[in-house]
């Protein structure tokens, strides 16, 4: 079974950019990132596919947050700006052993344990 750790959450203002990444013990298929904000359900951040080629994002985070991958290091990164308190929530990377990509939190199979990101006003 893949590991997923991420890193790189913290404390920000707002209008400030923060990078996240997600380790991954080996290979990886379909590689998302998902938010939970305290007493909010867990929100679908943005989807990439095995090959880097194809992202989709969140409405709430579109050009301002950007996902990659480099599968040489097994690492997926979220790149994001223009932060607002909104963004306030843990980050949970995803993975699926599948390369079909969903928006459904319940289909990812590998989950990592989540990065604290805080956004000041």
């Known amino acids: 079974q893949v590991q997923l750790v991420e890193s790189g959450g913290g404390s920000v203002q707002a209008g400030d950019s923060l990078s996240l990444s997600c380790a991954a013990s080996g290979r990886t298929n379909i590689m998302a990132w998902f938010r939970q904000a305290p007493g909010k359900e867990r929100e679908f951040v943005g989807v990439?596919?095995?090959?880097?080629?194809?992202?989709y994002y969140a409405d709430s985070v579109k050009g301002r947050f950007t996902i990659s991958r480099d599968n040489a290091k097994n690492t997926m990164y979220l790149q994001m700006n223009t932060l607002k308190s909104e963004d306030t929530a843990i980050y949970y990377c995803?993975?699926?052993?599948?390369?079909?990509?969903?928006?459904?939190?319940?289909?990812?199979?590998?989950w990592g344990q989540g990065t604290q990101v805080t956004v000041s006003s």
């Open positions: 995803a993975a699926r052993h599948t390369n079909v990509a969903t928006l459904q939190a319940r289909q990812y199979d590998v």
């Open positions: 990439i596919n095995t090959g880097g080629t194809y992202v």
